[in-house]
Structures are given as structure tokens and as C-alpha cells.
């Protein structure tokens, strides 16, 4: 009788076993499909000159195409503006989340209200956004340069903000944190909103202002969601495309040259190992952040 109840037992597992494989099966499909397949045939691309004739076959080239980028100064020149990009966007929205969200704690009338304002740039549409501020900083009918020009004589003459190289860059990148802002906003905003107020209380009898408060007990307990945004924010605007490429044609950060070398000069598989490249050096600020932001 107890063999018989470990076989059935050993059935019961083996058949739950069975149900679990099957449950997940559809998720791993669609993760091989969606995410694995082309992370390979991106990596078969890039060791092949890529031929748009469907009668002729890949050449493989080995790291030929890798070589090529390496030694490009183009490739260099768009790397250092993607750095340059990131590291401004991701300060600059870190801090302007914070400080936003260290404001709208605080309780005042009106308060919700406020806070879905300041939601209203993250969640509305890119591309409706990007055709707002082509038009308020356009160089001959833009608001901006009819108020610092005309109104105020701030400026002696009207600037192409967008579409010129001396200020494109900058254009972008004041537009990504005001874009992207409310995401740090709101998720620092609700881990304030969990630190007890004893914490504060417990300061403020050992005669703690409000700066040691902020620096010994606000700043540490906000130390995770920082970092963490800081990794997300980093990955994510070191391989930011849409906007960048929608708002203005000067700012050439390396997935927007990799869009050029592909869909332009069709040299899809010198853009392949441009994204690949881009992935390597990605993991490792990534893997660096996590050591020095997050300490693990």
C-alpha cells in the first residue's frame, strides 16, 4: 500500500509537473519569438556583408563589420553625443522628479489635482509633443523666439533652436526631462509617501533641521528607487531613437546612426553590429551603475 501511494504521489507531481510546462509554454513561445529569435539573427547579421538581392546569399566577414565601426570616428562622434545625452537626461530628471516630489508631499489644497498635472508630459502622446515644440521653438513663427526677440529683446535675432547644431542637442535634451520627469516624479513620490513620520518626529527632537532630515533619513531611504530609476532612465535614453529622431535631424546618438547606416546607406549588417555594440557597452554601465548605485 505505501508503494502505491508514493507511485501515485510521484504521478500527482509529475503530471502537475506537466500542467506547468504546458501554462508557461505559450510565454516562452512568444519570448523566443518576440525577443530571443531577433537578438541571434541580429548577431548572424552583423558577422555578414548583408545583400538586399534575394538571389544572392550573406557574405560572412568574421568581425569585419565590428573592425569597421571600432575604427569609424563617425561611430565615436555619435557614441560621445549618446553619453553626453544620457548622462544629462538622467541627471537632470532624477533631479527634477525629486524636487517635485519633495514639493507635492507636502499638503496644500488642491494637491491631486497638481499631481496629475505634472503626469500630463509622460503620458501624452510623443508625437504630438514633438509637433508642439517644433512649433513653439520654430526660428521664424515660434512663441519662443517671438517672446525673447520681439517682446523682450532678450535675443538681438532669431534662433533655430531645433535644427541647428549648436543648440539641437541641448533642445533634446531639456526636452527629454521635461518628457520623462513625472516617471521619477511619481515613483519617488510614492516611496515618501511610505517613510514613517516618526522617523521625522525622532529628528526633529534631536534638533535635526530640514536639510540633515533630508540628507540622513530622506536621501537613505530613497537610496534603492534612485538607483534603480537611474539604471532604468540610463538603459532606456542610451537607446532612446523616436524622439530624438522626431524632433530634430542634428543630434546623431548612435541608434539614430545606426537607423541611418541601415534604412540609407541599406548597410544592414554594419547596423547590426552597431546595435550589438550598443547592447555590449549598455550591460556594462548597466552592471557598473548596479555596482555603485545599488551596491550589490
Known sequence: MRHKAQAGKSA????????????????VLLIAVVIIYPVFYNLWLSFHQVTLNPFKSDIFIGFGNY??????PEFWDSFRLSVIYTAATVVGATIAGLGVALLLNRKFKGRGLVRGVMLLPYVAPIISLVFVWQYLFHPEYGMVNYVLVDLLGVLPRKVDWVDSPQYALWMVIFFDIWHLFPFAFLMILAKLQSI???????????????????????????????????????????????EIYLLTTQVNVVPVYAYETAFRSFQHGLAASITATLFVFSMILVLF?????LKW
Not at 573592425?67 to 569609424?72: A, E, K, R, V
Not at 551603475?289 to 548605485?293: E, M, P, Y
Open 289 to 293: 551603475t548596479i555596482k555603485k548605485v
Open 12 to 27: 500527482l507531481k509529475a503530471n502537475e509537473a506537466r500542467l506547468g510546462y504546458l501554462l508557461i509554454a505559450p510565454t
Open 67 to 72: 573592425t569597421n565601426i571600432l575604427t569609424d
Open 196 to 242: 514613517p513620520d516618526s522617523l521625522y518626529e525622532a529628528a526633529e527632537v534631536d534638533g535635526a533641521g530640514t536639510w540633515k532630515k533630508f540628507w540622513h533619513i530622506t536621501l537613505p531611504e530613497l537610496q534603492f528607487i534612485l538607483g534603480s530609476l537611474v539604471i532604468l532612465r540610463w538603459i532606456w535614453n542610451f537607446n532612446k531613437f523616436d
